[in-house]
């Protein structure tokens, strides 16, 4: 792909975000396909796990609702926990403007819907690189995850049935090494971060041997880091 | 869409009810764009909220886990400071505690 700046027509800007994004695609599937999993023994079905997949488009919280739902078959619960942990596409969508300004509303609709941390991530970093890239690279990467998520997850929700015993493959682990290499991304130094993350985790503990709801829990712990990150200068 | 959410029941309201905040969520960002602010309290408080949230649900992940669990995440946690590879980190995670539970409970 060349990377000379100047503009470019929206359907090869497109097709250069669907294909430099495969990588990224690629883990999408792993942890798609363990989340597909999850998904029947939440009883869903394969259009259910579809049509979540396509409507929410957001891995991270898909995977924490259904989560509370198989655990504390909870749905407001695990709406809010979801919701929570999707309160981060404030901040991508936010620094978007100049890509998603001065169109049609459809436009910005599917673009925003569109907005994952990957793509986002790699559409700012090729803008960056000096690349001619924006809304349709962004649109163009969105549309190769959407895919993986759903080819993924429906895969996985379809031939679980192969595998007897999850916890023996695994599965369940999944979630948990995912989000711990995804956490080293979000660590800004030890002046930063330290002292907000072990608040997080005094909260959690803290809350969980009071007993409280554990998506509570996790909420409180997620504002409690936060707010002392707020007050570092 | 409404028949199939209302035979859908408990798993259809968590589908709809997700998929209408993540969108106002992913809506309201661009259009309070321009008025967040890029500095100061409330734009830190931002910026530090998905790494808290993630050290939240990890914390709870854990610690709800057996003994496996936690050697597990401790040495996918020291793993993962060496390979950066989402996919190699989750599969060796999966491999990892497979192993641990048909090996290891004996010993812990």
């Known amino acids: 792909m060349s990377d000379v700046p100047g503009k470019r027509m929206p359907f090869r800007e497109f097709q250069a975000g669907l294909i430099e994004i495969w990588p990224l695609g690629l883990g999408v599937l792993v942890y798609g396909f363990a989340f597909g999993v999850l998904t029947v023994q939440a009883d869903m079905t394969l259009l259910q796990t579809g049509m979540m997949g396509a409507f929410v488009f957001a891995g991270a919280s898909q995977i924490v609702a259904v989560e509370r739902l198989v655990t504390d078959g909870a749905v407001l619960s695990g709406i809010v926990a979801g919701s929570v942990l999707n309160l981060r596409f404030l901040l991508l969508t936010a620094s978007l403007c100049s890509e998603l300004g001065g169109r049609p509303f459809w436009q910005i609709a599917l673009g925003v819907h569109m907005t994952g941390d990957e793509s986002w991530a790699l559409m700012l970093s090729r803008k960056n690189q000096g690349q001619a890239v924006g809304y349709w690279y962004l649109v163009g990467g969105g549309c190769n995850l959407m895919l993986c998520w759903l080819a993924s997850t429906m895969a996985g929700n379809s031939f679980s049935s192969f595998i007897a015993d999850p916890m023996a493959w695994g599965l369940d682990f999944a979630f948990t090494a995912v989000f711990i290499a995804l956490l080293r991304t979000f660590w800004k130094g030890r002046a930063v971060s330290l002292r907000p993350w072990m608040v997080s985790v005094a909260v959690v503990m803290g809350l969980q041997w009071l007993g409280l709801e554990s998506s509570w829990t996790l909420m409180a712990g997620g504002v409690a880091g936060a707010a002392v990150a707020g007050c570092h200068v | ?108």
């Open chain 2, 1 to 108: 869409m409404l028949p199939w959410l209302v035979a859908m029941s408990e798993i259809g309201f968590l589908v709809l009810g997700l998929a209408l905040s993540t969108f106002a969520i992913r809506y309201a960002g661009y259009a309070l764009g321009a008025a967040i602010p890029q500095s100061g309290y409330w734009a830190r408080v931002m910026g530090a909220l998905p790494g808290c949230l993630i050290v939240s649900l990890l914390a709870l992940l854990i610690s709800q886990g057996d003994r496996t669990v936690w050697l597990a995440s401790l040495l996918i946690a020291l793993f993962a400071t060496r390979v950066q590879n989402l996919a190699l980190v989750m599969l060796t995670g999966m491999g990892l505690i497979a192993l641990l539970r048909h090996l290891v409970p004996q010993v812990l």
